[in-house]
């Protein structure tokens, strides 16, 4: 059975730093590209982060790019997401996301975390 479980949101000021973690278990991670979803209140879910198998390769949104930061281990079997110069509009849960060799849609969640930015 696959888990993804995130871990490391909270509330944090404007301009403030979060790193979230996402540990994996029940799939091959190191052939698993991952990634970093989120949901706002009354919005959809957006793309917010990908990573390769290898870490060889990341990509971003526009909204987070040169903020955010997707990194992994894959002896650790973890996904991290730096988060620097947080924004009120960066509130919202924040997902992992696996997806398997050879696939082209995520096929995992996690439950979410939550990430508060005041103003």
């Known amino acids: 059975q696959v888990q993804l479980v995130e871990s490391g949101g909270g509330l944090v000021q404007a301009g403030g730093s979060l790193r979230l973690s996402c540990a994996a278990s029940?799939?091959?991670?190191?052939?698993?590209?991952m990634g970093w979803f989120r949901q706002a209140p009354g919005k959809e879910r957006e793309f917010i982060a990908g990573?390769?198998?290898?870490?060889?390769?990341?990509s971003y949104a526009d909204a987070v790019k040169a903020r955010f930061t997707i990194s992994r281990d894959n002896a650790k079997n973890t996904v991290y997401l730096q988060m620097d110069s947080l924004k009120p509009e960066d509130t919202a849960i924040y997902y992992c996301?696996?997806?398997?060799?050879?696939?082209?849609?995520?096929?995992?969640w996690g439950q979410g975390t939550q990430v508060t930015v005041s103003s």
């Open positions: 996301a696996a997806r398997r060799a050879g696939q082209t849609v995520y096929n995992y």
């Open positions: 990573i390769n198998w290898s870490a060889g390769s990341a």
């Open positions: 029940g799939l091959t991670f190191s052939s698993s590209a």
